[in-house]
């Protein structure tokens, strides 16, 4: 019965930023890895950023230096600060997780949340 819910997209005009925010909801007993994967129209879903429980984290060599995800651990929450932002970045971005409930351990992912980068 896990949910993770995004919000933070919108327009916005290149050099700007946006701060997404997902939380994760449910029968969670632990969340190992909390991260943001972004989508462009016809292109591959790819990895932007991944924080694991002990907190280290990896980014997408195209993000480095402009994203900063953070993790909440208190609210299930993940952040994703975008900074700069460039038309490249324009995409659908999905919140992930790697969860255990009562019955499994599963991948779990948002409904994803817009994010367009232009004048």
């Known amino acids: 019965q896990v949910q993770l819910v995004e919000s933070g997209g919108g327009l916005v005009q290149p050099g700007g930023s946006l701060r997404l925010s997902c939380a994760a909801s449910g029968s969670i007993f632990s969340i190992y890895a909390m991260g943001w994967y972004r989508q462009a129209p016809g292109k591959q879903r790819e990895l932007v950023a991944r924080?694991?429980?002990?907190?280290?984290?990896n980014y997408a060599d195209s993000v480095k230096g402009r994203f900063t995800i953070s993790r909440d651990n208190a609210k299930n929450t993940v952040y994703l600060q975008m900074n700069s932002l460039k038309p490249e970045d324009t995409a659908v971005y999905y919140c992930?997780?790697?969860?255990?409930?009562?019955?499994?351990?599963?991948?779990?992912w948002g409904q994803g949340t817009g994010v367009t980068v232009s004048s």
């Open positions: 992930n997780a790697l969860i255990t409930t009562t019955t499994m351990t599963d991948d779990y």
């Open positions: 924080i694991i429980k002990d907190g280290t984290t």
